[in-house]
């Protein structure tokens, strides 16, 4: 479908700033002109008409951190700290999760990140074959980091995910998906482990990657006060 979309601000990102009653051209999934409203709408007749008049017109945003499986788990236990949450009551919780309720969540967040105007998302959460994040980002139409999240008490499981996953969705659905390699959390995954993971995430790299679209990582990294605390009763460092 070839459309205009006019009338509105347009957020170039680029030296052009930004334009007052602006206009982008799209052509199939390419965004082929960029320019103010009555030059673009005399330039292309006959494209599908969108008027965007007192909206802004921006690149799709970017949600760096997510769980988007965990759509479903909204408002459960909210409020404790975030060891509590965790241990008490997100992981029990999680443990009877299938692969289809994890693709279920997955769907909803995708559709709500479209309506809320994020194209692309970075998520980490457990990977299963038969159901998982990719399939829901893939049929949305968003761009996606999917990770596998690792612990130290499952490292055999882990390593196996993380291959799996890479060998069918790095570069998949067009090339909008990406794997990433997860350790959750500095006091999650010792020392030793996150060594370990920096070596398949090099493997994985050299099988499955290209320069462009690397095998990234994810972590959490200083989420509370106490995490040096917290470290140091993990692994005595
Ligand atoms: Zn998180």
């Given at each position: 479908?070839?459309?205009?979309?006019?009338?509105?601000?347009?957020?170039t990102?680029?030296?052009?700033?930004?334009?007052?009653?602006?206009?982008?051209?799209?052509?199939?999934?390419?965004?082929?002109?960029?320019?103010r409203?009555?030059?673009?709408?005399?330039?292309?007749?006959?494209?599908?008409?969108?008027?965007?008049?007192?909206?802004?017109?921006?690149?799709?945003?970017?949600?760096?951190?997510?769980?988007?499986?965990?759509?479903?788990?909204?408002?459960?236990?909210?409020?404790?700290?975030?060891?509590?949450?965790?241990e008490?009551?997100?992981?029990?919780?999680?443990?009877?999760m299938?692969?289809?309720?994890?693709?279920?969540?997955?769907?909803?967040?995708?559709?709500?990140?479209?309506?809320g105007?994020?194209?692309?998302?970075?998520?980490?959460?457990?990977?299963?074959?038969?159901h998982?994040?990719?399939?829901?980002?893939?049929?949305?139409?968003?761009?996606?980091?999917?990770?596998?999240?690792?612990?130290?008490?499952?490292?055999?499981?882990?390593?196996?995910?993380?291959?799996?996953?890479?060998?069918?969705?790095?570069?998949?659905?067009?090339?909008?998906?990406?794997?990433?390699?997860?350790?959750?959390?500095?006091?999650?995954?010792?020392?030793?482990?996150?060594?370990?993971?920096?070596?398949?995430?090099?493997?994985?790299?050299?099988?499955?990657?290209?320069?462009?679209?690397?095998?990234?990582?994810?972590?959490?990294?200083?989420?509370?006060?106490?995490?040096?605390?917290?470290?140091?009763?993990?692994?005595?460092?």
């Amino acid at each position: 479908m070839d459309f205009v979309i006019f009338g509105g601000s347009v957020v170039t990102m680029s030296e052009r700033g930004i334009i007052r009653d602006g206009a982008v051209v799209v052509e199939g999934d390419t965004i082929i002109d960029v320019g103010r409203s009555d030059e673009i709408r005399r330039k292309y007749p006959r494209y599908e008409k969108i008027d965007a008049g007192g909206k802004v017109i921006m690149p799709g945003l970017i949600n760096a951190h997510q769980h988007a499986a965990m759509s479903l788990l909204r408002g459960y236990a909210d409020d404790y700290p975030l060891k509590e949450w965790l241990e008490e009551w997100v992981w029990p919780l999680e443990r009877h999760m299938t692969g289809y309720d994890i693709y279920v969540g997955a769907l909803l967040t995708a559709v709500e990140s479209v309506i809320g105007g994020t194209t692309t998302i970075n998520t980490m959460y457990h990977y299963m074959e038969d159901h998982n994040e990719a399939m829901a980002i893939a049929e949305v139409g968003l761009r996606g980091v999917v990770g596998h999240v690792c612990f130290s008490w499952r490292k055999e499981q882990d390593i196996k995910a993380l291959e799996d996953s890479a060998r069918r969705w790095h570069r998949g659905a067009d090339g909008r998906i990406r794997v990433s390699v997860d350790p959750h959390a500095p006091y999650t995954v010792d020392p030793e482990y996150m060594r370990e993971l920096r070596a398949v995430t090099r493997e994985l790299n050299e099988k499955y990657a290209s320069a462009e679209a690397p095998v990234i990582w994810h972590i959490h990294l200083a989420e509370t006060s106490d995490e040096a605390q917290k470290i140091r009763e993990s692994f005595g460092i």
